[in-house]
């Protein structure tokens, strides 16, 4: 089992940039597919991002695709969205999610996700 801490989460002007972080404890996090998600107020959870096992495969939603990166670092048990070019409609709550029994592939639906965090929360002003 691995619980999952995201951080990072904040108020920013439109354009501007964070870097959600996501701590997961234990020490298989290497064995878990990663990926994150966000719901806004009134809407259905959407996928954001997703990472292979030993990162070496990203992908993104088409509507952050040239704005948001996922990356992960295993010796740190953690991994990372930046965010860039940051848009009002891109406010919501972030979550990460991590998948077990994964096979080299990366997640997109959150049916996938085995392990979620509590979230944080990403406020853009225009």
């Known amino acids: 089992q691995v619980q999952l801490v995201e951080s990072g989460g904040g108020l920013v002007q439109a354009g501007g940039s964070l870097r959600l972080s996501c701590a997961a404890s234990g020490r298989t996090f290497s064995s878990y597919a990663m990926g994150w998600f966000r719901q806004a107020p009134g809407k259905e959870r959407e996928f954001v991002a997703a990472v292979t096992v030993i990162g070496d495969s990203t992908f993104v939603a088409d509507s952050v695709k040239g704005r948001f990166t996922i990356s992960r670092d295993n010796a740190k048990n953690t991994v990372y969205l930046q965010t860039s070019s940051l848009k009002p409609e891109d406010t919501a709550v972030y979550y990460c999610?991590?998948?077990?029994?994964?096979?080299?592939?990366?997640?997109?639906?959150?049916?996938?996700?085995?392990?979620w965090g509590q979230g944080t929360q990403v406020t853009v002003s225009s």
């Open positions: 999610a991590a998948r077990s029994r994964s096979s080299g592939y990366y997640y997109t639906s959150e049916y996938q996700y085995d392990y």
